[in-house]
């Protein structure tokens, strides 16, 4: 049963940058292996989950082949894993590897959406983020987006080399996170503390995804395509460059 398994500790959230952990399995069941502790993100607000290995106590390897949240309970994060799942038992200890180098183009790429979303003053409908691109949906009508403008302006965020800080605040504070949430690209995954994502004061909003720490690192970005998806709705699709 799934809901008697433990939450999970979201290593991902308080240490984005580790890429290896220690954690004991807690749960078994039909999503796949839930631990006490993850550094793997799970699917969630457009950005795909992490992929990776875990490395049992007898030196073997068994592949993450998805990570996702308990549908039921939020605060339960399951692992999928590929063959050699016969030695898993309650209590057993493994190591995570996660693919960092995958992550770590989400950690940019869903960080310039956030850059993105302090250039256009619209609710955002939609998001996906990929490994090499990413796109955003806004409800404009009136579309007086330009691709070159839109790249120029990315980039000179991008060098202005702005601090990424996150903070957690109480979810009752209801009115102040609403207000926040116009632009929310990955909401904040289960309750008990919302955590912001602040961009130098550019873009303030609530989201529950992995970011770099300063824009820097997101690098030369391109945006290659603004379409007209229906009478409200532009899509913006940006690439790295
Ligand atoms: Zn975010």
Known sequence: MSSAVPATRALFDTAPYEREFSAQVVGLGALGIALDQTLFYPVGGGQPCDLGHFVLPDGSLVEVLGVQRDPQDRSTIWHQLGEG????????QLRGKIDW??????????TCLHLLCSLIDAPVTGCSIAVDKARLDFDLPESTLERDSLTLQ????????????????GEDDDQAIRSMSRTLIAPPAFAGAVRLIDIAGLDIQPCGGTHVSNTREIGQVLC??????????????????
Not at 85 to 92: E, H, N, Q, W, Y
Request: charged share 40%.
């Open 224 to 241: 290659e395509r603004i379409e007209k998806k229906s009478r409200h709705n532009r899509r913006v699709t940006l690439r790295f460059a």
């Open 101 to 110: 180098e995958r992550r770590y183009q989400h950690m940019r790429m869903h």
């Open 154 to 169: 990315l980039n000179e965020l991008v060098e202005r080399q702005l601090e990424v800080r996150a903070r957690f605040i």
């Open 85 to 92: 799942v016969d030695a898993l038992a309650i209590g057993l």
